[in-house]
């Protein structure tokens, strides 16, 4: 995989977070995957994890990314990212994200770790 097959991924991984598409999410990861978040304070199966992921965008909350900045390595990249969301009422919170991948031959991400802003992220389940 070339750092530009990396980067697509990448970038189709996280439109379809801002589409509520978690099928196409689930897609880029390969079986077994993980994701850990400091919040949790585990790795628990992408399966598993998707659920809450969603929950953090329903009820009519939008998710965009903006301030993306990312390093590309051989078989890994890492991206730093404020999370916007924005709630039907119209109430904003932005979280601070940074999130490391960790890629197979065949493209498929293996294992996420997720860094967050938890304050902020406890502002938007308030």
């Known amino acids: 995989m070339t750092a530009q097959d990396l980067g697509h991924t990448v970038d189709k991984l996280f439109e379809a977070a801002e589409c509520n598409d978690w ?5 880029h990861f390969a079986p077994g995957a993980v994701l850990y978040q400091n919040v949790t ?40 990212h404020d999370a916007v969301f924005t709630r039907a009422n119209g109430r904003v ?3 601070d994200i940074c999130v490391t991948l960790q890629f197979d031959n065949q493209g498929r991400i293996t294992r996420a770790d997720e860094y967050l802003d938890s304050r902020a992220v406890a502002g938007l389940l308030a």
């Open 23 to 27: 099928t196409a999410f689930a897609a």
């Open 41 to 80: 304070g585990e790795a628990v199966p992408i399966e598993q994890a998707i659920p809450g992921l969603a929950a953090l965008v329903s009820g009519g909350t939008t998710l965009r990314y903006e301030n993306v900045r990312r390093l590309v390595g051989e078989c890994t990249v890492t991206e730093f």
């Open 93 to 95: 919170v932005i979280a």
